[in-house]
């Protein structure tokens, strides 16, 4: 497995300082957005990254392509740590790692067309130039599901599935081995939804692409990975196996939010017991000490705001970090 | 059970610079005392707009109700004068809106906009009401209620703020609340949170709810009626199980396959509904579906269907169900 790693993330964190004062900015506090992330995405796999608003995740995706430079830790990509590369150094291997963002309507440069939206990556990064060039956009608009004539329209007037799809045409354009999904559904429909799922799905089978899928959405998620990691204020909780974590979630924070999720199935619904978890997410400035999730976790013990639980195996590689868990003792 | 909300036809449209919008062509529901009813349509079915027109808070003058009736115990609030309708919003239907943020006002305390309907509906002195409001912050579940009456919406976040809009809409003690994709700004936790306190809060003062949302599991947890709106008319509409599990027209159960379920095994592609949403500007002609539809008859692309009982208390239009077919139904 281990040389079909296509990227590795090592022990990665993001903290962001907080200043006081107009002239001599003092750092007062940090916000530890990611504190100590690991996993690796192997070639044409999907790692899904689920958590609440303000876990970190896009935090994550961000410190992974270098748009955030990350606090300590690696980023490792052709056996290069990205974290200790500069500008220069990095331009060549950014073609490589591309990324499909959330808002479809501010993701995409209202005064270019189709075509310079699609084009931009080329022009940049690539040779292609001339009839080339026009035939490569309009493979590419073929390739996403969109009409070649549709190559001169402005992102109006697109509809917010099309320009999803516009936005996956753009990060498609040099033929990248990762891209990062980052919340690509949360602003589209239903209905549209789904096409945009198997759009992703297809293009996976087809060209080999490793994704990050980042989603607040566990069915979703469930649907496009092969690999589900949870985060909760900046920790990994629990990664695992796709079908292990939804099967026997062992985090009783990954239990609670796989109950939350509401099951379009009137008769389903009757029988579920659902978990409501107390109070909210916490401070990232000021998290609590011990294990992050012990104020709201419904089975936390003396020891829980005491020990720091440590994301390790506790069996058939379902790595989880709590102290439920003898592996994650410290 | 009696009926406490009967809306009949109603016609609501915007004139633009563009055109005409025909927000809401026709829809028509009940809701009974005390029963929790779901509106479930995607972006731009004129689900909101819906209930905005009930309560006559269509932006005026570019937004208009054409036509319709909304009864409330037989009471039509589409002819109410102003001054009469002001005594039914807040006091006998309420709204929970969709943005916490936006629809508190961000220069007055909780306390002030909670007590100044409690001293319009209630007639209460501000002491009493300034009590009452703490009150309703506990029931919600605001801790420190007494300090907090005094902060300002920015001082809470999301989830609590949403919960001063509930505390709020439950004030005065209305005999229907709406609530308007109550939780979609908020986390999959806090949402558990903020319905599970809804549905409890109604159910003991015994409220009747209409609950608009997008999310299909939503209401399968919590409506018993269910009605389906695509492009401004109620394409569905009957008892939440047999909505799901034998859904009548070919928009319902596309929804329902194009999501994917936590409790089934993970299927390999998602059926998605082809195509988009029309534009409400030029509505298609005949059913409204029909250009999405796989299963249209050359009768779809010119004749409307109106509503039919296919089964008791479950209604649909659509004429390939009339015709027997159900092609799209699990069995």
Avoid at chain 2, 2 to 28: E, M, P
Avoid at chain 2, 40 to 69: D, F, W, Y
Wanted: with cysteine; glycine share 8%.
């Amino acid at each position: 497995m281990a040389e079909n790693v296509v990227i590795e993330i090592n022990n990665l964190a993001k903290y962001f300082p907080i200043t006081s004062g107009l002239f001599f900015k003092k750092k007062v506090a940090e916000v530890k957005a990611v504190d100590g992330v690991s996993f690796a995405i192997h070639r044409g796999e999907t790692l899904g990254l689920v958590g609440e608003s303000g876990c970190g995740k896009t935090t994550v995706g961000k410190c992974v392509l270098q748009l955030y430079r990350a606090t300590s830790g690696e980023v490792i990509f052709e056996g290069k740590n990205l974290c200790d590369l500069n500008e220069n150094q990095l331009r060549p291997l950014r073609r490589k790692l591309q990324v499909v963002f959330q808002d479809p309507y501010d993701s995409l440069n209202p005064r270019f067309t189709a075509a310079d939206i699609i084009g931009e990556p080329l022009q940049i990064n690539s040779d292609i130039r001339g009839s080339d060039f026009d035939r490569r956009i309009a493979e590419l608009l073929d390739i996403v599901g969109l009409a070649p004539y549709m190559a001169d329209r402005y992102p109006h007037e697109f509809s917010g599935g099309q320009r999803q799809r516009l936005g996956v045409a753009r990060a498609l354009a040099l033929q990248p081995e990762f891209i990062v999904c980052d919340e690509p559904l949360s602003a589209l429909d239903v209905s549209i939804q789904a096409q945009i799922i198997n759009l992703l799905d297809d293009l996976q089978d087809k060209f080999g692409i490793a994704y990050l899928f980042i989603s607040h959405d566990l069915s979703v998620v469930r649907h496009m990975s092969d690999r589900v990691g949870v985060m909760y204020l900046g920790k990994m909780m629990e990664l695992s196996e796709r079908d292990e974590i939804y099967k026997s979630p062992l985090h009783p924070y990954t239990q609670a939010l796989l109950s939350a999720v509401p099951i379009p199935d009137p008769a389903v619904e009757e029988k579920r017991k659902v978990i409501v978890l107390k109070g909210e997410v916490p401070s990232p400035i000021n998290p609590p000490s011990g294990c992050v999730f012990h104020p709201r976790c419904p089975k936390a013990f003396d020891d829980c705001s005491k020990l720091i639980p440590q994301l390790k195996d506790a069996g058939s590689g379902h790595e989880v970090a709590c102290l439920l868990y003898k592996t994650s003792w410290p | 059970m009696s009926t406490l909300l009967d809306v009949r036809n109603l016609v609501t449209r915007f004139h633009t610079q563009d055109g005409v919008v025909k927000a809401v062509n026709g829809a028509s529901f009940t809701v009974a005392k005390g029963e929790t009813i779901a509106i479930v349509g995607e972006s731009g079915c004129g689900k909101s707009v819906t209930s905005l027109s009930i309560l006559r808070l269509i932006a005026q003058p570019q937004g208009k109700i054409v036509s319709g009736e909304a009864l409330l115990d037989g009471t039509d609030l589409l002819k109410l004068s102003t001054e009469e309708m002001r005594k039914i919003r807040g006091a006998r239907i309420s709204m929970i809106f969709q943005e916490p943020m936006s629809s508190l006002n961000p220069v007055l305390t909780i306390g002030r906009q909670m007590t100044e309907q409690l001293e319009l509906h209630r007639h209460m002195g501000q002491q009493e009401a300034l009590a009452e409001a703490i009150n309703l912050l506990k029931l919600v579940g605001i801790p420190q209620a007494e300090r907090r009456v005094k902060d300002y919406p920015h001082h809470f976040s999301g989830g609590m703020r949403q919960r001063v809009m509930i505390a709020m809409a439950i004030s005065c003690k209305p005999q229907l609340v709406i609530a308007d994709e109550p939780t979609t700004a908020v986390d999959v936790t806090i949402q558990s949170q903020l319905l599970e306190l809804i549905r409890g809060i109604t159910d003991e003062m015994g409220m009747s709810l209409i609950l608009i949302t997008h999310n299909l599991g939503v209401v399968a947890r919590y409506a018993r009626r269910v009605y389906v709106m695509y492009a401004g008319t109620v394409v569905e509409h009957g008892p939440a199980l047999s909505v799901y599990h034998h859904p009548l027209h070919p928009y319902t159960s596309g929804l329902l396959a194009s999501v994917p379920r936590l409790d089934e095994p993970r299927k390999g592609r998602l059926a998605p509904i082809e195509g988009q949403p029309p534009d409400m500007m030029c509505p298609p002609v005949g059913c409204p579906f029909q250009p999405r539809c796989a299963y249209a008859l050359p009768k779809c692309l010119t004749d409307r269907p109106e509503l039919q009982e296919m089964a008791p208390g479950h209604f649909t239009a659509c004429w390939v169900a009339f015709s027997g077919e159900t092609l799209w139904q699990k069995t």
